[in-house]
């Protein structure tokens, strides 16, 4: 309880390290494995998704380039060492309400659309995270909607090796 407490006096005077460890308890650490793991579940990773990672953590929680980079590390082997999406989503239920989960479906669908496309993977990955954060159906699908609909477009993202001229370029 006190280290709570000095965490959150530290946080608030802004003398928190920013390498400092995010607990199992931390919803943004829940947050960022359910955003890793759906940034991997097609099995690549590329740029895209890994720049916007790391700008959704830098904007949407307020961290320096350096404490984003630790919460994805620990993110990720927090991910490697889940058997399921329980862990992280009943720390998300506690901690956020309706629109914080919201906020997290949405922030899933900005991973999965990253690239241009959101494929099979990353869908049923985002549709069983929402049923167990309890967002709607007709929530999930608005949110893919709009998250979509400013999606960078899929030819932007070619294979530097590709011999054909990416959209918009001769």
Do not use: C
């Amino acid at each position: 309880m006190f280290d709570a407490l000095r965490h959150f006096i530290a946080e608030v005077a802004g003398t928190e390290g920013g390498d400092r460890a995010f607990s199992e308890d931390d919803y943004r650490l829940a947050a960022v494995a359910l955003l890793v793991h759906t940034a991997n579940v097609d099995g690549q990773t590329d740029l895209a998704e890994r720049r916007r990672l790391t700008a959704i953590i830098e904007e949407r929680f307020g961290l320096d380039a350096s404490a984003a980079a630790e919460l994805i590390r620990q993110a990720e082997r927090s991910d490697r060492d889940a058997v399921d999406f329980y862990q992280f989503t009943s720390v998300l239920k506690r901690a956020l309400d309706e629109d914080g989960r919201l906020k997290i479906v949405e922030m899933m669908w900005e991973i999965a659309f990253a690239d241009g496309t959101a494929d099979e993977l990353e869908e049923n990955t985002i549709w069983r995270v929402a049923e167990l954060l309890g967002v709607s159906t007709r929530d999930r699908v608005l949110l893919r909607q709009r998250v979509g609909e400013r999606a960078p477009a899929e030819a932007e993202f070619q294979s530097p090796w590709s011999t054909a001229p990416a959209k918009g370029r001769a």
